[in-house]
């Protein structure tokens, strides 16, 4: 036992008897509604059939860039009510592509509208290294919702939503 301060001794938190069974308290999992034994399927179970990937797709390696999709405030000049220019300042969404492969890659870009499902395509090309901003000058409308796919006959899908 061990004293306080003001001189007065701690007592023990509760006698221990060698008797008496330990038992641990209960361990908190961070998903209950996992149960903690899952039993294998039975012989008379088939496994589950393995989906045939979509057309589009191609089951290769990753598409060697690094993809982005961000809002930047940009400034600008427009024409005023008067005609005359004045300064204005606007948020442009835009995706930014870098290649990261070892030589020339083409790609298609592909924007589906998230709420009229209407599609609109660009093709970029990229040199080695290089990283091209891509968005309304190629006719892409990168509103929020919007899905953004790479495409290269090469390489996987890489696909992006518009935040």
């Known amino acids: 036992m061990w004293q ?10 509760r006698p221990v008897s060698p008797s008496a069974p330990v038992t641990p308290p209960p ?34 390696p990753e598409l060697p860039v690094i993809f982005t999709v961000a809002t930047r405030r940009v400034y600008t000049t427009e024409d005023g009510s008067d005609g005359e220019p004045v300064n204005v300042t606007k948020n442009v969404t835009e995706g930014v592509v870098i290649n990261s492969s070892d030589g020339p890659l ?10 009229t499902h209407e599609k609109s395509q660009a093709q970029i090309v990229l040199a080695q290294n290089m990283q091209k901003r891509f968005g309304a000058d190629q006719g892409l409308s990168m509103l929020s919702g919007d899905e953004i796919t790479l495409r290269n006959p090469s390489y996987q899908e890489l696909t992006r939503q518009v935040p």
């Open 4 to 13: 306080r301060r003001d001189g007065a001794e701690r007592p023990s938190a």
């Open 27 to 60: 361990i908190a999992t961070s998903n209950p509604q996992v149960p903690a034994v899952v039993e294998a399927p039975s012989a008379s179970i088939p496994p589950p059939a393995a989906s045939a990937p979509a057309q589009s797709k191609y089951d290769g």
């Open 106 to 115: 083409t790609i298609t870009v592909t924007e589906v509208n998230g709420q």
